[in-house]
């Protein structure tokens, strides 16, 4: 995963190992995560994913084990808006929060070098 600053904004490369590194790393380091705050995925109420395709979101909800339908909001941010890179992230929990969706709420982004960001809001 990288950027590149052109003449016509950003331009992403996603590399198409990607979603195969997601699928393998994300639950095992989540579950780490979660367990300090006493949580496992299943308590999770809600999932702010950001979209960097649609092919993320697949690999996210798969890695998880979560129902596809939980990507909605990230879906439609998506569909609406293209991926805006940080700031999208801001638009799915807007999303949730016109929708009032439960808490806690785990906030997921992918950076370059396949950094994973995270934020449990509870």
């Known amino acids: 995963m990288a950027w590149q600053i052109g003449d016509n904004g950003f331009d992403m490369r996603l590399s198409p190992h990607v979603p195969g590194v997601i ?11 979660l ?36 990507l909605e909001p990230s879906q439609r941010v998506l569909a ?9 992230i801001l638009f799915i929990l807007d999303r949730l929060r016109a929708k009032a969706e439960n808490l806690p709420c785990v ?14 809001i509870a």
Do not use: V
């Not at 609406?80 to 700031?87: I, K």
């Not at 906030?107 to 449990?120: H, N, Q, R, V, Y």
């Open 35 to 70: 367990s300090r705050h006493s949580l496992k995925i299943e308590d999770i109420s809600s999932w702010a994913i950001h979209p960097g395709g649609p092919r993320i979101l697949t690999a996210c909800a798969d890695a998880l084990g979560l129902n596809y339908t939980c």
């Open 107 to 120: 906030m997921l982004a992918f950076g370059p070098g396949l950094t994973i960001e995270a934020a449990l």
């Open 23 to 33: 699928k393998q790393m994300l639950k095992p380091w989540l579950c780490e995560q």
């Open 80 to 88: 609406d808006y293209g991926n805006m890179s940080s700031p999208t």
